[in-house]
């Protein structure tokens, strides 16, 4: 029989008053470090994570260390740096990535911050500047080949009234590919800058502005470092978006001149030469250099401003 200082458990064992209370302790402490069952909720998201994107990063990996010719795992690397060919896509890459991040996010920056209000019109403005973002890539470009070609309406309208003799070369080159990441890419920042700008409560502003603070002012010190986590996070990811530009590259670019980006020299080597070591590593250049920007990003913001960025409404 249990002794005065035991109890049965509902299973029959012995069980002493303290075991119980050791264990609701601990479960205690766990629940004040965010250590409960809810995190079970996490389990769906971290399987599709594993199995959608930390498997064939590290199976990518794996293979660009695999060349097909050479002895040493790192013959692809070496190959890709050594060949100025390869080498130049950094650059060319770039060179559409950044000017189109830019001007997305800086146009986005003050049509939203004035599209912040109510008013009336504003979610069929907010209609009219979404709808690139449901036309797609390809769509978009084949847009551009009939305004803006040789033949387009624009080149026909602006010879019809003497502006121009020969017609303004828009495709098939740099402008063409920019203009296309523009068009598409606008949509993206700007919804992203909306809601974090949204969030922002204007009485901050109306209270600064009472203290003697003018328009420039109050977005500077009071929006600006509110709005700072959420214009890195859409400085990010427009910068990933048109850092992996492929379809706009090929059909209003010039794929094998001056929008000879990092993706396409991927595809080349993955389908037309069928090395897909090579492929492979290209593509882990590319997300070393994305996450590298990434970074500088994020750097930034943190010394941009440091203190709370709680005066959002939520």
């Not at 005065?4 to 766990?30: M, T, Y």
Request: net charge positive; with cysteine; charged share 15%.
């Amino acid at each position: 029989m249990a002794t005065g200082i035991e109890r049965r458990a509902p299973g029959g064992a012995i069980k002493a008053p303290g075991q119980s209370g050791q264990k609701a302790a601990l479960h205690h402490r766990l629940a004040e470090r965010g250590v409960d069952r809810t995190l079970l909720l996490l389990v769906p998201g971290l399987a599709a994570m594993v199995a959608l994107f930390v498997y064939p990063f590290l199976y990518g990996l794996s293979i660009s260390f695999q060349p097909q010719e050479g002895v040493s795992a790192l013959a692809n690397y070496a190959e890709f740096f050594r060949d100025p060919f390869l080498r130049g896509t950094i650059g060319k890459t770039f060179w559409l990535a950044v000017p189109a991040t830019i001007i997305n996010v800086a146009a986005a920056i003050p049509i939203a911050y004035r599209m912040r209000g109510r008013y009336r019109g504003k979610r069929f403005l907010t209609i009219i500047l979404v709808v690139p973002m449901t036309l797609g890539t390809v769509l978009v470009a084949e847009g551009l080949l009939s305004y803006l070609g040789p033949n387009g309406w624009l080149n026909r309208s602006l010879t019809a009234v003497g502006l121009i003799d020969d017609p303004i070369r828009l495709v098939h080159n740099y402008w063409g590919v920019l203009i296309s990441l523009i068009i598409t890419g606008f949509p993206f920042a700007f919804l992203l800058i909306l809601s974090y700008i949204s969030g922002i409560d204007p009485t901050l502003e109306r209270a600064a502005a009472t203290l003697g603070a003018g328009p420039w002012d109050r977005f500077r010190r009071v929006t600006m470092p509110l709005l700072a986590p959420g214009l890195a996070i859409t400085v990010c990811l427009a910068f990933v978006l048109a850092f992996s530009v492929f379809p706009s590259a090929v059909l209003v670019g010039e794929p094998a001149g001056e929008t000879r980006v990092l993706s396409i020299v991927a595809y080349r080597a993955a389908f037309e030469e069928f090395d897909y070591s090579m492929a492979s590593t290209i593509a882990m250049i590319m997300a070393a250099l994305e996450l590298g920007v990434i970074a500088l990003v994020l750097g930034w913001r943190s010394r941009l401003y440091r203190g709370s960025t709680s005066g959002g409404k939520g």
